[in-house]
């Protein structure tokens, strides 16, 4: 028996007088569409589910109100009206409310003239709306390297909902709120970088308004060059990395990704320089090492009051002996590898990637690296590296390569992870979560209870403690460092805030896993706890630091930082610069003293080093040479390459960089050598190699004197002995 399809029924309406015929159960506004009478939306996309929100398509239908067409189904004799006078009054007044909630003009409008909203109002001949504009901003999120979102242009239309959860099924936005504060969302209300987002660029795509939009950074197009190629979008989504992005993100991003070739022996970035790209390799295989010399920067020669026989030499390790160091440290780089120490060289393969924090941080590159073999790779800017990097198999990838590569180096690197046995650190591989972090973003909270052992992988860690009078930093943590053990070897409770100061990858240890290693290893039970305990006496000299001097005007003139001061008692110093003129011939010719500085009653805080508690110069180093001893002393460690930022850094001005003349591997020309200048980076080192600063030792007026601030200054402060 054979079966006949039967053919749909046809329903016979009158569109603005037209007869037409169109199949039972289709919207008025599909009719009228597809009979070529066009009827203004903002909210409905072809071949998507209808919502009827904006109600800019309303038509009359003959019935006692206006129907927003796109949700109206089509009846029998149905007689449709789409511009009789009191649907064009309508619309202008939908138009004029719309209008009066939403920035004119919006970033699409001022980008490329094409918000559909402010298209249809000047259409309309709505220029100033009859009514009031809100007067509380949404706010602005700027917290992806993608996407600019603009609460304020949003018009609650949906489309960006559809787009994430009907097309891209990702499942990320949402709408919030009732009525007056209602609004779309990212998860739970989250920032949209911080949220699930992938950045695949459809809610963008799909958005009408200046809501939404693509964010690109004026000046910062790759530059082209010879060994730049050409490609279109197509071609890498055929690529795994980029398998799920956005093809019209990737157009729009043209000029922020760019694919090199390199032949052996050139090199693809040089340590030192600042940039603003990450390189992932697709073939081949490069070098990556420190071209700076391994070493200190030593004050050589006795003293007996002739300062200018002093000279400042590069003196290798074994030469200043740092008793706190028990073994050789690995030096972090900016890559799925670090260098070690007696031998700063690795290699980089198909599927590696490095410079991340360069391109995320815009940090000085950490590394040189040389091709080897011919070499591909891809050049990107950070809002490409930031969608590759919440992609879950570009992700999984890298992610893979650092657990196999670094994951042991780097907790080896740690000198009380020395004894950690192999099978443990294999059982850690698989166990331990790797976890992103942008800035500005906490990542423990005081009070907060303590289940996780954190090493940091990538960026900077703000360690700091709240206190009535305010908030004190107590450490950065960079690379290698890592932080909560105090409130899993204590009470159970974070006793300090953890926020990330850039954008920050750690390494997060279960405390499970925790508890399983400090019972398995007492070596290292033994020396997280003596860390622990000197933090903790650390944090109660500050406490009582903080009950006896304001804190407030001790954190306004900046001395809570420093724990030694160069202070001139103005009262007795002539201006004679016998200090300077010391710390120069002490050091070589580059003095580390400037008169000049803050003022506070009859003294002055010359610029010298403070030796701060909380370096800011610290911050950013791309190989982590600069550290703190035992002693809390900022030492500048001997792999430092050079590249300026921990001066800039400084708030005080008070590290210099000193040239040397060495000798180094002519890239050029491999195989030979050429003599060239370096920079290292110095700071008052307290004239350690004399019985007493050469500055204070110059001064024939005893106007310049060393002290703690936090003693000196209590009593000036208020702080002193009540009565």
């Not at 926020?499 to 290292?524: K, N, Y």
Request: proline content about 4%; charged content about 25%.
């Amino acid at each position: 028996m054979s079966t006949i399809s039967r053919l749909p029924e046809l329903v016979e309406i009158t569109i603005d007088g037209r007869p037409v015929r169109v199949a039972a159960g289709t919207s008025v506004f599909d009719a009228a569409r597809m009979n070529g009478t066009a009827i203004p939306t903002l909210c409905h996309l072809q071949n998507e589910t209808p919502v009827g929100v904006c109600r800019l398509c309303v038509v009359d239908t003959g019935a006692r109100v206006l129907a927003a067409s796109c949700v109206r189904p089509v009846e029998p004799g149905m007689k449709v009206v789409t511009n009789s006078e009191k649907v064009l009054s309508a619309r202008k007044t939908l138009l004029e409310l719309l209008m009066a909630d939403h920035p004119s003009p919006c970033a699409r409008q001022e980008k490329s003239g094409d918000c559909e909203l402010e298209t249809l109002a000047q259409a309309a001949g709505v220029t100033q709306p009859r009514f009031l504009k809100r007067t509380v901003s949404r706010g602005i999120d700027d917290s992806s390297l993608a996407i600019a979102v603009d609460h304020d242009a949003c018009i609650l239309c949906d489309r960006c909902i559809r787009g994430c959860n009907e097309i891209k099924n990702n499942f990320v936005l949402g709408r919030m709120g009732k009525g007056y504060s209602a609004g779309i969302a990212f998860d739970l209300n989250a920032a949209m970088g911080d949220s699930t987002c992938i950045s695949c660029g459809e809610c963008m795509v799909s958005c009408p308004t200046g809501a939404l939009t693509n964010k690109t950074v004026v000046g910062t197009s790759i530059a082209a060059g010879s060994d730049a190629e050409g490609f279109e979008a197509e071609e890498l989504l055929q690529l795994p990395v980029f398998k799920g992005v956005s093809g019209t993100f990737l157009e729009l991003n043209r000029g922020a990704i760019v694919k090199r070739r390199f032949r052996p022996g050139e090199i693809i970035c040089r340590e030192g320089e600042f940039g603003s790209t990450a390189f992932y390799i697709l073939e081949g295989k490069a070098r990556v090492s420190l071209s700076a010399p391994i070493a200190h920067v030593k004050t050589q020669g006795g003293a007996k009051g002739l300062f200018k026989k002093l000279t400042s030499t590069l003196a290798a390790r074994d030469a200043d002996v740092r008793s706190e160091e028990t073994r050789d440290r690995t030096i972090p780089i900016d890559a799925s590898v670090d260098l070690a120490y007696g031998n700063p060289v690795a290699e980089l393969g198909s599927g590696d990637l490095f410079g991340e924090m360069t391109c995320m941080n815009f940090y000085p590159r950490s590394a040189t690296v040389i091709a080897e073999t011919d070499v591909v790779a891809f050049e990107m800017l950070r809002n490409v590296l930031d969608i590759m990097m919440k992609n879950k198999s570009f992700r999984a990838q890298i992610d893979q390569n650092y657990r196999k590569r670094a994951l042991e180096n780097h907790l080896r690197g740690v000198p009380m992870f020395a004894d950690l046995s192999p099978d443990f650190i294999e059982h850690l591989k698989g166990s331990v979560e790797l976890q992103r972090f942008a800035p500005g973003q906490i990542i423990a909270r005081q009070g907060d209870a303590a289940g996780s052992f954190y090493l940091v992988r990538i960026g900077f860690v703000k360690i700091s403690e709240t206190y009535p009078g305010g908030e004190l930093v107590l450490a950065y943590l960079s690379r290698g460092d890592y932080f909560g053990e105090i409130g899993l070897l204590g009470g159970g409770v974070r006793t300090a805030t953890c926020t990330a100061l850039d954008h920050v990858e750690l390494v997060r240890i279960s405390g499970g896993d925790f508890r399983d290693m400090v019972e398995r290893f007492p070596s290292v039970r033994q020396g997280l706890e003596a860390v622990a305990a000197e933090r903790a006496t650390q944090n109660q000299q500050r406490m009582q630091t903080v009950r006896s001097v304001p804190i407030d005007q001790f954190l306004s003139q900046g001395l809570m930082e420093a724990q030694s001061l160069l202070i001139l008692d103005l009262n007795s110093c002539t201006r004679c610069d016998a200090c300077v003129n010391a710390c120069a011939d002490a050091h070589d010719g580059v003095t580390r003293l400037v008169r000049e500085g803050l003022r506070f009653e009859q003294y002055l805080v010359a610029t010298s080093c403070r030796q701060c508690r909380d370096p800011l110069c610290m911050v950013g180093c791309p190989v982590g040479s600069i550290r703190r001893r035992n002693s809390l002393e900022v030492i500048i460690e001997d792999w430092c390459i050079g590249c300026g930022l921990c001066a800039r850094n400084c708030p005080y001005g008070n590290i210099n960089l000193h040239p040397f003349d060495v000798m180094v591997d002519d890239l050029e020309r491999p195989g030979r050598k050429k003599a060239v200048v370096k920079q290292k980076a110095t700071s008052c080192d307290l004239c350690t190699h004399l019985k007493e600063p050469s500055c204070v030792y110059a001064c024939p007026h005893d106007a310049a004197h060393r002290v703690d601030p936090r003693t000196f200054f209590s009593e000036m402060l208020g702080g002193g002995s009540s009565k």
